[in-house]
Each structure stands twice: as C-alpha cells, then as structure tokens.
C-alpha cells in the first residue's frame, strides 16, 4: 500500500543512453513533481504537474522529458545521459502544502 | 544560493538530549516546512508552520519561526537514536506546495 513509489531503485547505465524512472501515487493527488538530490543532499524542483499538465518546468535541460499519461502517474525520460546526470530523482505528490515523497532512483551515469 | 540553509550541517548528541537544528531564508514565505530523511530513502512531512504562526508543536517536535529575522528552528526533545536522519527545512512562497525550496539539511545522530 505504498503511496508514492517509483522504479527503478537503482540506475547503472553509460553516458549517451537513454532512461526512464516511473512514478506512481495512489493517495488520489492531483499535482507531482520531480526532485533532483545532488552529491551533496541539496534537493532542487525540477517539474510539477497538476492534473497532467505541466505548471513547473524549472530550467531542466530539454533532455529531461517528463509525461503524465493521468494524474496518478509521471515518468521521466532523460536522453543522451551525461556523467552530471548522477543524483537521486525523488518523485513527489500532494495535495495541500505538504509533500508526499517515493523512495528515490539513484541514478549512476558511467 | 538556496533560500534555506539550515545551521549546524551536522550534529551529534547521546540520546534522550534535545536537539535544535536552525534554518534561514531570504525573501517572505507563506509557509515554512520541515521533513526527515532517513538514510536512503525519500523525505517525509514533520511539520508545517505558517508565516502569521510564531510556534507549533507535534509530539517531540516543536518549530518556531521568526519572520522578522527569517528564521526557524526545530526542537526534538528527548532524542531517540531512531531520530538519526537529515533534517530539511522547506520555504513555500506563495502557498500550495507548488514550488517548495529546500536548504541544504542537518545530519543528526543520535548515540545511544
């Protein structure tokens, strides 16, 4: 009954490919988003969506391609992967103020 | 840089010590939040405080806040070693939870 998960967990991959992280809430939220945790724990917006549609695009590269196919679900495809690409991604849900986080994806760019 | 930052990065005590973990921001908010992180794992909502709420409490937890010195603080009394985790704080300046801006974090442990 986890409310906000998302898969992978654990991300190995080479520069240059291509990579999707799926995230899935079912507390019945209508907006999610994307975080971005670096090296150093700093944890940074990248995008939010409210019924699917995007209301926050934080100057993420256009690699970054994030889609809601409905407002329980959004993935996230990075193109072209880069070695700077290497963080946490936390999905995220809510409702009100307060945020309802997934588990994370470590992403490790090689 | 980040609209938070919280003071001290680290901390380390012996159980059933308080801890008090400081965050400072620049501009005006509508809200205040704090959450937890566990070692490899995702935040979770502690508390919220509004920016007319001067303090708030939730269990072992009690936040403060000083908008005139833009400012907060969170209180754990009697810490457990289950309460070793980051500590963020958040800023929402427009309400919603739309766009909340985290500082950097305070790594508490706690030592049996």
């Known amino acids: 009954d986890t409310a906000v998960s998302q898969t992978p967990k654990y991300l190995v991959t080479q520069m240059g490919n291509d990579k999707s992280i799926k995230c899935e809430q079912n507390l019945g939220h209508d907006t999610m988003y994307w975080y971005k945790q670096d090296s150093k724990k700093f944890l940074k917006i990248m995008f939010s969506?409210?019924?699917?549609?995007?209301?926050i695009n934080e100057t993420v590269p256009n690699r970054f391609s994030p889609k809601s196919p409905d407002k329980a679900h959004l993935n996230l495809h990075i193109n072209s992967l880069e070695l700077g690409d290497s963080a946490v991604y936390f999905c995220?849900?809510?409702?009100?103020?307060?945020?309802?986080f997934g588990s994370g994806t470590q992403l490790s760019v090689l | 840089s980040q609209q938070g930052e919280e003071d001290p990065q680290a901390l380390s005590i012996q159980e059933g010590e308080n801890a008090t973990m400081n965050c400072s921001y620049k501009?005006?908010?509508?809200?205040l939040q704090w959450y937890r992180q566990n070692s490899g794992r995702g935040l979770v909502h502690l508390i919220l405080i509004r920016s007319n709420e001067r303090e708030k409490h939730s269990g072992r937890l009690r936040v403060t806040l000083d908008t005139s010195k833009k400012s907060s603080s969170l209180l754990i009394t009697a810490s457990r070693a289950a309460d070793t985790a980051s500590y963020f704080c958040?800023?929402?300046?427009?309400?919603?939870?739309?766009?909340?801006?985290f500082g950097t974090g305070t790594q508490l442990k706690v030592e049996l």
């Open positions: 501009t005006s908010i509508n809200n």
């Open positions: 969506y409210n019924n699917k549609e995007l209301i």
């Open positions: 995220a849900s809510s409702v009100t103020e307060k945020l309802f």
């Open positions: 958040a800023t929402d300046l427009t309400g919603g939870g739309n766009k909340l801006t």
